[in-house]
Each structure stands twice: as structure tokens, then as C-alpha cells.
């Protein structure tokens, strides 16, 4: 199963950062394992630029559409037997401690 | 297949029951497993139980019941499939499928007993909601109806039949696998499996609850237990349940007001729960938080009267929880445990520790327990209004009317 996994941040994070994980021995554990296929650091929320097509016009504005305080920093594409062995891949990642990881199975649209 | 002469209605009505009691989780467990369906599973399951209800008074009830009802949702899930055409591997999978239907005792092989564990986590996977842990393990595990689960959680049927579809629905989508975790994976989950249990069994126990959740409850712990008989926590659990349970008849009087501990009468308590509850607690090797809990249970449960309980023990029992699993209700709890054991002053010094927190703010509980303390001081006056206090403030009318008597009896 493919999960996109949304990395985010917190707020105020209340772990000591020395003693988070090393997210590159992370990525080159989850990589030549086949469970990460890919994944990036996205750039700040003030670089974001929202589209949106109301009523056939279009519409750009700055910034993410919601504002809110926790945001979405990065992601990586896992394909994983199924959620147990997700869970696995991302407790092991740094921001698990330091923010929060969200899994989102792709929808199956084969139906 | 073999069956005995036929039965008359009611007793073959019986026979389903008892049947379905023990056959449909293990039956709704290996479809599951075989057809990866959970819907179809349980539809087939129940189905078998209505072909029994129509067949058995006529035919007579099978000499292995749970077999032939197996026999039945299998071919109707292969019906279902079949019509379906395009599961081709499953309906090759369910076709192996073949019950022994020789065997007087349905076979306890170690595949069931992992199908129905399998259930059981899939059921308590904390990937889903807390609420819908507890409604598809009733649903599923236990089989008790939708309308029943609706009626216990208090929401209408309809409204609990779209929950159930969307937590299977979600199991699927998100990819929860029908398995029982292993190594240390194991350990992290049984307490989540456990919780559901408490709750269920909790929920059957209050003083306005549903005694249908509490057999549940024992039911399940009793199954986990025999599963999964290494675990000594799980052993804890059931010894606990059955302690508890076995007050259940003596909880009220004829008026229906409820009765503490010490006002019951003690040859009304279930004494074969009991003698099962000590069993369970003999295989208990560890110091967990349901582990303490059972010894305190024990404690009351062996007492020949309210005065001959073992109040020090019980005092000792509650400071290890209050270690292990500190709350501000094992606090309040503790202060009862101190006060019976080393007088009520005793009790109210750790009252006022308990509610230094702020934790038992507007429990009215932690009133009734000081106008106890009050009480047992000899200041009848101010003990009598601390239970019109607490009675004010309780929630459940069994418990006011409980209340307001000790209030009365002050007052004399």
C-alpha cells in the first residue's frame, strides 16, 4: 500500500533536539528498503502560493489557504505492507517526536 | 452431517443461542481472514444462525453446532462471491475451507485461536476511534445485534449502522492489517485491547449501566485469557471482572437503591465468580495496574464481613497503584483504604493530599467519602450534610437515593 506521509511541525516543539533521530540514516535505511520512494523539505509557507477557480475566475493569493500554526514541511511517499508496518517507518523519524506525522493511504479508485 | 432427534422450538431456539454464542466470532473471524470482507463475513454468520432458527426445531440440532453453522455462512459467502464472479482466489480459499463437522467439540486448532485473537486486535487497533473499538468488538467479537450496540451507546440504529460501515470501511482504506502484532509491538497494543475490555465491562457496572456490557466484558476476558494464557495482565483483568461481577445480584436491595460494600449481604455474592477470580489471580505474576486492582478486589471479595476485610492490605494494594497508575480517583480511593485501616483521620489527611491537585473538583464522590471520614469522627451533624452535599451534586438517582439515606440515618 502507498501512504503519503505529511511531515508537520509543531508549535512550540518540547524535545530536545540532540537526541532526535539522524533523518539521514532514516532515509537511507527506509530507501534501500524499499518503503520510501521518494520525499522532500518543502520551502516556507510565506514562498506557498494558493490557486483557486471560483465562478470560472481565477484565483492566486499568497500563502497557504488555511493559516494555521502547525504546518506541513514535508512529505515522503512510503509504500508499506499496510499501516502497522507505517507506523513503524515513521516512529522512527525525527519529526515524530518533534512534530507530528500524518499517513494518508492513496485512494484506491480502481473500483 | 448427523443430528440428534428433532427438538422442539424453544429448545432448538436454545441450541442457536448457545451456539452462536461460541461459533459466530470464530466464523465471522475465518471469513475475514479467507475473504478479507468483514461485511460479508458478518452478514454470512448471521445468516447461518437464521438458517438454524428455521432448520433445527425441524431437523433437529447437528451434534457439532458450531460446525454446521460454519458449513452454512461458508457456502453462503461462496454463494455471494459466486455471483460476484470475480474473486476467483478467495472463492478457491473458502472452497479449502472445510469444517470438521466429525468432532463433537469444534476444533480448537491454533488457526482459530489465532483468528479470533487476530479479531480482537484488529477490533482494539488504536488507529481507530476509541468509541468504534468498543462497537465493532460488540459487534464483531461478541456479535451482539446493531440495534442492541445503538441502544447501549445510545444513539439510534441507523446511526450505528453507518459507524460500523465506515470503521470497516476504514480498515480497509487505511490499511489496518488483520493480525496480532508480535515482539514488543504486542505488548504496546494489549493495553489498548485491555482498556476496551475495562471500558465495556465498566460501562455494564455503573449504577445506571447495561449489565449486558459487563457479561460482555467477562465473556471477552475469559476468551483472551485462554488465548493468550502467558499474559498475566490478562488474567489480572478477568480476575478483576469476575470479583466485581460477582456482586452484581447484591448491589440493590428490593427497592432497587444501590448498597455499598460493607451494607451488603455477602451470601448473595457469586461464589463460583469468586472461586474463578482467585484461580486467575494465581496465575498472576507481575505488579501491572489491573494486577493491583484484582488484589484489592480479592481483599473484599474473601472478606466473611464488612469488619473482617483486610483493610491494611488493601491500604498497601492502592499506594502501589497510586505509584504505577497515579489519578486523582486512586487517590480519593487510597484515602477510603487509609481510613478504614488506620482510622479516619488518617482517611482525611489524604483526602485533603487527593484534592490538593484539583482533580476531584466537583466529584461528588470525594464529598460522600469525607462525610464517611466525618462520620466515623463521631460529628454527626456535619456528616449528614456532607451526603446531602454529595447527593445534590450526583448524577446517577440510584446513587442520590443511596445518599440521602445515610444523610437520614445521621439525623436519627
Redesign the interface.
Known amino acids: ?1 502507498k ?1 503519503m506521509m505529511f511531515v508537520c511541525s509543531d508549535t512550540e516543539p518540547d524535545t530536545d533536539p540532540t537526541e532526535l533521530p539522524d533523518i539521514h540514516k532514516w532515509v537511507a535505511e527506509n530507501d534501500s528498503q524499499g518503503r520510501r520512494l521518494t520525499g522532500n523539505v518543502l520551502g516556507s509557507t510565506s514562498a506557498a502560493t494558493t490557486v483557486r477557480v471560483r465562478d470560472g475566475e481565477l484565483l492566486v493569493s499568497e500563502g497557504p489557504f488555511a493559516e494555521t500554526a502547525e504546518v506541513i514541511v514535508g512529505f515522503d511517499l512510503l509504500d ?5 508496518e ?2 513503524e517507518v515513521a516512529r522512527t523519524h525525527p519529526m515524530a517526536r518533534q512534530g507530528r506525522l500524518e ?1 494518508r ?1 492513496f ?2 479508485l480502481s473500483d | 452431517m448427523p443430528t440428534r432427534a428433532p427438538a422442539g422450538a424453544v429448545a432448538a431456539a436454545e441450541a442457536v443461542a448457545a451456539a452462536g454464542v461460541e461459533a459466530y466470532p470464530r466464523i465471522v473471524a475465518t471469513l475475514i481472514r479467507v475473504t478479507g470482507d468483514w461485511a460479508l463475513a458478518e452478514d454470512c454468520a448471521q445468516e447461518s444462525l437464521t438458517v438454524a432458527l428455521e432448520r433445527w426445531p425441524a431437523d433437529g440440532v447437528p451434534t457439532n453446532p458450531g460446525g454446521w453453522l460454519m458449513t452454512v455462512a461458508r457456502n453462503r459467502a461462496i454463494d455471494v462471491l459466486r455471483r460476484a464472479t470475480v474473486e476467483r482466489r478467495k472463492l478457491h480459499d473458502l472452497a479449502l475451507l472445510t469444517p470438521d463437522d466429525a468432532s463433537p467439540e469444534p476444533q480448537v486448532g491454533q488457526d482459530v485461536v489465532d483468528d479470533r485473537l487476530r479479531l480482537i486486535f484488529t477490533c482494539c487497533h488504536p488507529a481507530l476511534a476509541l468509541e468504534a473499538r468498543v462497537a465493532l468488538t460488540l459487534r464483531t467479537v461478541c456479535g451482539v445485534p446493531t440495534a442492541d450496540i445503538a441502544r447501549l451507546l445510545l444513539v439510534s440504529e441507523s446511526t450505528m449502522t453507518r459507524r460500523l460501515t465506515r470503521t470497516r470501511t476504514r480498515i480497509a482504506q487505511a490499511g489496518i492489517p488483520y493480525r496480532v502484532p508480535s515482539g514488543p509491538a504486542l505488548t504496546e497494543r494489549l493495553p489498548g485491547v485491555l482498556a476496551v475490555l475495562y471500558l465495556l465491562f465498566t460501562r455494564g457496572y455503573v449504577a445506571d449501566g447495561e449489565p449486558a456490557f459487563a457479561d460482555e466484558a467477562v465473556r471477552l476476558a475469559r476468551l483472551l485469557d485462554r488465548l493468550m494464557p502467558e499474559q498475566s495482565e490478562v488474567a489480572a483483568l478477568l480476575a478483576l471482572f469476575l470479583f466485581q461481577h460477582s456482586r452484581a445480584d447484591a448491589r440493590r436491595d428490593a427497592a432497587g437503591t444501590l448498597l455499598t460494600l460493607q451494607r451488603q449481604d455477602r451470601d448473595r455474592w457469586d461464589r463460583e465468580a469468586i472461586a474463578e477470580g482467585l484461580a486467575a489471580l494465581d496465575r498472576v505474576r507481575h505488579d501491572g495496574p489491573y494486577a493491583w486492582q484484582a488484589r484489592i478486589a480479592a481483599c473484599h471479595a474473601t472478606a466473611a464481613s464488612a469488619d473482617d476485610t483486610d483493610w491494611p492490605t488493601i491500604a498497601r494494594a492502592y499506594d502501589a497503584l497510586a505509584d504505577i497508575r497515579p489519578s486523582p480517583v486512586i487517590a480519593l480511593n487510597r484515602a477510603v483504604a487509609h481510613g478504614y485501616a488506620y482510622g479516619p483521620a488518617a482517611g482525611l489527611v489524604l483526602l485533603d493530599a487527593a484534592r490538593a491537585g484539583g482533580g476531584l473538583d466537583g466529584y461528588p464522590l470525594s464529598v460522600a467519602v469525607e462525610a464517611d471520614l466525618v462520620a466515623r469522627q463521631g460529628d454527626r451533624p456535619r456528616a449528614a450534610g456532607l451526603f446531602r452535599e454529595a447527593a445534590a451534586a450526583v448524577g446517577s438517582a440510584a446513587e442520590r437515593r443511596a445518599l440521602l439515606d445515610r444523610a437520614g440515618e445521621l439525623d436519627r
Open positions: 500500500m501512504y508499506c505492507a499496510d499501516l502497522d507505517a507506523i499517513l493511504p485512494a484506491d
